[in-house]
């Protein structure tokens, strides 16, 4: 396993349509993440990197939205993502499309956005899943340098394990679009193979709580010696 943290540097497209099929994904991942909008609360979300920025994210509940980014057309805040000028504790919920895939450090990226969640906020990330068509693409060595071959593909229980090591809830994890160069992403094979999908998404919530509570280690108290009520020495002359 190539360890996360690499000293290539990636940059991010400005939009989906930098991405061959970029609209494709865009389509796919916001009809993915409709039935999750009604369900984040809270005042502020953050959209961090380009590609979040442009989701359509008008039936979040969430009114305040800021767009967070180095540099682009659509952002609210320049920034850099290692080191958000945001409180502490002070955001609600996070929308990390493809930002990992696009990140040197991932593990510094999400210490630094789970600085800025509250507790409970709430977490969604999104990435291409290696072991699908996009895949298969980075060991061709001419699309190696092309997008989006180019970015970093985390397998899914990698992104679970890191996110379980932060204490995080997943609610959600789904693979989708197979057919990276069809609109739908080819319905049939979407549904019944969705392991295969190109696309993968994870819904999660950050608990103060361990997920997994372990019972307290409560040494076995020694018995306190006490004298016995009405035991005393006697001593008897031998005859």
Known sequence: MKPAHTLQKLTSPYSW??????EYYREALEQQLQPWWAKLFGF??????????ALDTEKCAI??????????????????????????????ACLLAHTLSYADDPHRLLREVDRVMIDDGWLVISSFNPFSLLGLGKLIPGLRTRQPYVSRMFTQMRL??????LNYEVLEQTRF???????KGGRFLS??????????MIV???????LTPTPMKVGARKPALSRAVGATKSYRKLP
Do not use: E, I
């Open 17 to 22: 349509a930098g991405l061959p099929w970029g």
């Open 44 to 53: 502020h979300l953050l959209k961090l990197g380009n590609l979040s920025a």
């Open 63 to 92: 009114s305040h939205q800021v767009n967070v980014g180095l540099a682009g057309d659509n952002l609210h805040v320049l920034a850099d993502p290692y080191q958000l000028p945001f409180a502490a504790k002070s955001v609600d």
């Open 160 to 165: 679970l394990d890191w996110l379980s090591l």
């Open 177 to 183: 679009h197979v057919l990276p160069w069809q609109r």
């Open 191 to 200: 549904t019944h193979l969705p392991a295969l999908g190109c696309m993968s």
């Open 204 to 210: 999660a919530r950050k608990r103060t709580l361990p």
